[in-house]
């Protein structure tokens, strides 16, 4: 909420340089509550310790600290969030996302972004939490009644927000690409997604001839949030999410036709004239690890702004400057939200009713360092696999949104890291849709840096990067008798050869190339075969069989049954009698496949 | 006239009942239930691109994109709505003397869930109540005098000021959203007390509801906001009735910071009807009576008979100042309606006309932008609707009739010219409460014609069936249209729409 403190008088409209504080966080996943993670080397820039090293990072206590201090610190200061603040932790699970809320109205933010995974457990559950339970505004422009849903009874397109006589308007988006439901008609979420920046241009004209400064806060990603800009005109920042991002500097992006044409369609999709200007996109990170402050210097003098400054525009962004705050272990936690949230805190590891599953005696990335396939992303899959009895699995790589940091790992340590109530199913697919669907799993690598979107078992899987044409992937899903020690070995089956299984001496085996002609039984999620991220074509959801209500609930069965580490093991807890707790648990390491195997590479064009 | 409430309306179905003896001596459990079924298509005309045609195709139920003109004059509900009633009604004499005790259940039930086995059955509370009524004598003209307590624990947001729907303020019948207390963490309370003493009738209520209200520190507290309103109508048995109310209801706190200013609509509103062999008029628009199957507004008129009423309120609300920064002002909102019925013979005639500012139309859920009053800058216009029907009351309750109607809906003009001469910004039509739509720059509203033959027929006084064709010719929808690209773009709507139905209703 606003700070009460200072001139100007109430009712006075500010004209001329000002400073405006954005406070921005965004994807906050259930995490209210501290967590330990593995530093890595970004986070170590930021703030959060050293790099390597195991530390607690985020919650909302101690987020309520540094956001309060941002607020006594400046006269002028607006706090917005993108949206994703459901799931993600055992909390969510639990509570359904009513901590969550009461954290974010302690927190007092002032907008929040309607995300998809707020809509994970459809809309009723939205309502019902907003309703009651928010104490600020919903928002998402781009969403349109369809049928009698009660979703935008607790949203809104817009809002206009007081900052001490500059008048911000708020303009919300929320996702579009990543809710299957929003495109279907009739679906029982009850609203449609239409094209964001026709919505949010729309929400422009009405806005900028009554308001000062217009920050549009999204859950579209980056890519998204760059096409909004290009296609509008009117926007002075851009607040993002979705994506997990992490910018360090704002990305400038040129609105009004991105340089090009200078013009932009309205709502109506009726071509206009305009003049270009830099608009600042600004991702903050996610899980409360991190949040941004955008300090704004403004200026609606003429005098003082190019002679293309559009009057209307009223305050352009002359200055800016973007820090990422860490939310780490070093800052107080806030009394009253720490109470607050208490009652929704899962038990402590080694508390005599939490219940630990297994041991990690290394970390487990969830990124392989290569791009390509990652310890925690492989044992996902396999487990997958041999969930489904299938002969591959298929995952998405955001499903995992968490390494496992070195210690016992728990239920909610394990629901952090695979977080979502996303059923693991299996089904039939033939091969020629299986070979489409790796074809664009490679062209969507290639647009990140060749870093794969997808973990297998029970395939080998070559993407060529960059590529943007055909045969961008090479999938090899039938594996043979044959031994080999390298792809030579396997020429004449024209497939290539498995890597030996970890702590054996023995070969590999030869893997034949996938026959479009032929079918497979593949393990995926819900979503994904739902075309989630666009990945399969859609499944119809008759075809699927629920193999476990979620993945992280197919692991944790999985890791329940499991030989303790060998000796020799060094156990990173400090406590000894969480060490010898850990000694008697499952351990979780190479021998049960959480290991790098080559099982997707990246090969150049 | 009558005050709308829900406990006098029960009151008043009882006394319309067939067979009904009368409140004081029926002391057994009562249970009346009305069952509807409708079929129909509401768009037959919208083209195979339309991604939101109001109606997809002809189906049995509710079609959500339904929205008849003028429905919504005089009772949320015409008749033609999917939703079925059940009231169980008790009543048992006092230990005091003269002191008689009422109860009601009043639940409305969307059966459709019921019908398909899957999802769940929503059903709404109408107005349930508890009552003790203490009479003490009888005025001249017969009519006891009494003070009644009437309690409503369940939903006591339909207790409000000003009776014609479309000018009532204050509380909601119909959805969440179209109520000043729409943002509340609970149900609506509500409570009254009657004084009918001689030729008039006096009240007084009373209706709490929780918000959430931010604190300087921590997390938003849930608070308790009052709403108080009182009202005195005539209840003598001349040609002439009048019926004046007033209210201020506080729904929490205008959003932002702790401290913020109490959300709040004060108002009064005034009623005068004039009739001969008929009470008041009724709505020209008034399939199987109007609104619940028990809330029968008026009993059938005698062979000639006219009326004549109006209705006139004046509110304000408490919004954010778009043209002060941080400071709130007091929103004026001012409405007036009225109608006329005349019958003579077989041939029955009604006519209404409505007036309505932009911020009246909004009222409950204000604000083109978000709890924030009109831009000073801004153009508004009121919306003005006339419509007339005119029916004919044959033999054997066979009743065809005609309506037609005209509506400049309300509008905000937000626009500016920008440095290259073009026209940024538009007019926004207001259709309801949270209803704001928007036009193209430059684009101005139409007004809206809708043309509606039907048929009624009464079966029995169990079985009455309607049939309806609505041709609505309205330039001012827009919706969204399927590009090649796969993108939602929004457009102007086909103005032409033609819709049929046919709805049967049985209430025992």
Redesign the interface.
């Known amino acids: 909420?606003?700070v009460?403190c200072g001139a100007p008088a109430?009712?006075?409209?500010v004209h001329g340089r000002v400073e405006l504080v954005l406070l921005h966080t965004a994807d906050t996943h259930s995490m209210l509550f501290p967590y330990r993670a593995t530093v890595g080397s970004s986070d170590a820039r930021r703030g959060l310790g050293r790099a390597g090293e195991v530390r607690e990072m985020g919650g909302f206590a101690r987020l309520a600290t540094l956001l309060?201090g941002e607020r006594a610190r400046a006269e002028r200061v607006l706090h917005l969030d993108s949206g994703d603040v459901f799931q993600g932790s055992l909390t969510f699970e639990r509570f359904g996302g009513e901590p969550e809320l009461?954290?974010f109205?302690?927190l007092?933010v002032d907008a929040q972004a309607l995300g998809n995974h707020e809509l994970d457990r459809g809309a009723a559950l939205v309502c019902e939490r907003y309703?009651?339970?928010?104490?600020?505004?919903l928002l998402a422009a781009n969403y349109?009644p369809?049928?009698?849903g009660c979703l935008l009874?607790v949203s809104?397109p817009?809002?206009?927000?007081?900052a001490?006589?500059?008048?911000v308007g708020v303009i919300g988006v929320g996702n579009t690409s990543s809710v299957a439901l929003l495109k279907a008609?009739?679906n029982e979420l009850g609203v449609?997604?239409?094209?964001a920046a026709?919505a949010v241009q729309?929400a422009l004209?009405?806005?900028?001839?009554?308001v000062d400064l217009v920050v549009v806060v999204t859950h579209l990603g980056l890519d998204a949030d760059r096409d909004l800009v290009q296609r509008t005109s009117g926007i002075d920042v851009v607040l993002g999410g979705h994506q997990h991002l992490t910018l360090d500097a704002p990305e400038w992006a040129l609105d009004c036709g991105g340089g090009g044409a200078a013009r932009i369609e309205?709502?109506?999709?009726?071509s206009?004239?305009?003049?270009p200007r830099r608009v600042p996109i600004i991702h903050s990170g996610a899980y409360a690890k991190t949040f941004g402050r955008v300090r704004l210097t403004l200026d609606d003098e003429p005098s003082h702004l190019p002679a293309t400054a559009?009057?209307?525009d009223g305050h352009e962004v002359i200055g800016l400057a973007l820090e990422l705050i860490p939310v780490s272990d070093e800052t107080a936690e806030a009394p009253?939200?720490a109470a607050?949230l208490e009652p929704y805190r899962p038990e402590p590891l080694g508390a005599l009713d939490a219940e630990p599953l297994a041991e990690v005696p290394r970390p487990l990335e969830r990124v392989g360092a290569t791009g390509g396939d990652s310890p925690l992303g492989n044992f996902s899959a396999n487990v997958a696999r041999e969930a489904a009895q299938a002969d591959l699995a298929v995952l998405g790589a955001s499903s995992l949104r968490h390494d496992l940091p070195p210690g016992l790992l728990d239920r909610d340590g394990l629901v952090r890291a695979v977080p979502f109530e996303d059923p693991l199913v299996s089904v039939a697919v033939p091969g020629a849709a299986l070979a489409r669907a790796f074809e664009r799993a490679a062209r969507s690598a290639s647009g990140r840096d060749c870093r794969t979107q997808v973990h297998v078992a029970g395939a080998l899987v070559r993407f060529r990067c960059p590529c943007e044409g055909a045969a961008c992937a090479r999938v090899f899903a039938t594996e043979t008798d044959v031994p080999c020690k390298t792809d030579a070995d396997c020429a004449a089956l024209g497939g290539i050869c498995s890597p030996p299984s970890v702590g054996s001496d023995a070969l590999g085996r030869c893997f034949a190339p996938l026959a479009p002609g032929a079918g497979y039984r593949v393990a995926t999620t819900a979503y994904l075969a739902a075309g989630g991220s666009g990945l399969f074509e859609a499944i119809p959801e008759m075809a699927l069989r629920l193999v476990s209500d979620s993945l992280s609930q197919a692991l944790a069965d999985e890791l329940r049954h499991g030989a303790p580490c060998p000796a020799g093991t060094s156990f990173p807890e400090p406590d000894p009698r969480l060490q010898a707790l850990a000694r008697a648990l499952p351990c979780l390491d190479a021998t049960r496949g959480a290991v790098r195997d080559g099982r997707i590479r990246f090969e150049a064009p | 006239m009558r005050p709308r409430f829900a406990a006098p309306l029960v009151a008043l179905a009882c006394a319309f009942t067939p067979g009904h003896a009368g409140a004081e001596s029926n002391a057994a459990p009562r249970l009346r239930t009305s069952l509807v079924w409708i079929w129909g298509d509401d768009d037959v005309l919208h083209a195979p691109t339309d991604s939101e045609p109001p109606s997809p195709g002809p189906g049995i139920g509710d079609r959500a994109g339904y929205d008849g003109l003028f429905e919504g004059f005089a009772s949320r509900y015409t008749g033609r709505e999917n939703r079925s009633e059940v009231r169980l009604e008790g009543e048992a004499p006092g230990l005091l003397p003269r002191l008689t005790t009422r109860a009601g259940l009043a639940l409305g039930l969307e059966l459709g869930a019921l019908g398909e086995r899957a999802g769940p059955l929503l059903v709404a509370d109408l107005g349930s109540f508890v009552e003790a009524r203490w009479s003490f004598g009888a005025a001249r003209d017969g009519r006891e005098n009494a003070v009644t307590l009437s309690l409503l624990p369940i939903n006591g947001d339909r207790e409000r000021v000003g009776e014609l729907e479309a000018l009532a303020w204050g509380g909601a019948v119909g959805p969440r959203w179209e109520s000043p207390y729409a943002a509340a963490t609970g149900p609506v309370r509500a409570g009254r007390v009657e004084l009918a003493l001689g030729f008039a009738r006096a009240h007084v209520g009373l209706k709490t509801a929780s918000f959430l209200e931010p604190q300087a520190v921590g997390p938003s507290v849930s608070e308790t906001s009052y709403g108080v309103h009182a009202g005195v109508d005539s209840r003598w048995a001349a040609p002439v009735a009048v019926a004046l109310g007033f209210g201020h209801f506080e729904h929490g706190r205008l959003p932002g910071a702790a401290g913020s200013p109490r959300a709040a609509t004060s108002g009064v509103s005034l009623r005068v009807s004039f009739g001969v062999g008929l009470e008041r008029p009724r709505p020209p628009v008034a399939f199987l009576s109007d609104g619940s199957p028990f809330d029968r507004l008026t009993p059938p008129p005698k062979r000639h008979a006219f009326a004549l009423g109006l209705e006139a309120a004046h509110l304000v609300q408490r919004l954010w100042s778009s043209d002060h920064p941080g400071e709130s002002v007091l929103e004026p909102a001012r409405a007036a309606a009225a109608s006329a019925e005349l019958r003579t013979g077989v041939l029955d005639l009604r006519a209404a006309l409505i007036a309505r500012e932009p911020s009246f139309v909004m009222r409950n859920a204000p604000g083109v932008l978000l709890a924030q009053s009109v831009p000073h800058d801004a153009a508004q216009a009121p919306e003005l609707g006339i419509l007339a029907s005119a029916g004919l009351l044959l033999p054997a309750g066979f009743s065809p009739s005609l309506s037609a109607g005209v509506l400049w809906p309300a509008s905000v003009t937000l626009q500016a010219v920008d440095r290259q001469g073009q026209v940024v910004g538009g007019t926004l039509i207001v259709r309801g409460p949270g209803e704001v739509e928007a036009l193209p720059p430059g684009e101005a509203p139409v007004p809206v014609l809708d043309l509606r033959p039907a048929l009624e027929l009464r079966l029995s006084r169990l079985l009455e069936v309607v049939g309806w064709l609505d041709y609505r010719r309205d330039f001012n929808r827009t919706h969204l249209i399927s590009t090649p690209e796969g993108t939602l773009e929004r457009g102007f709507r086909s103005p032409d729409r033609l819709g049929y139905g046919v709805a049967a209703r049985a209430v025992w």
């Open positions: 909420m606003l009460a109430a009712g006075t409209r309060r009461l954290g109205d302690a007092g309703e009651k339970l928010a104490g600020f505004p349109v369809d049928g009698a009874g809104a817009y809002v206009v927000l007081d001490r006589g500059l008048r008609r009739p449609l997604a239409r094209d026709g729309g004209d009405v806005l900028r001839p009554v309205d709502a109506w999709g009726r206009r004239a305009c003049s559009e009057p209307l009253d939200v607050l």
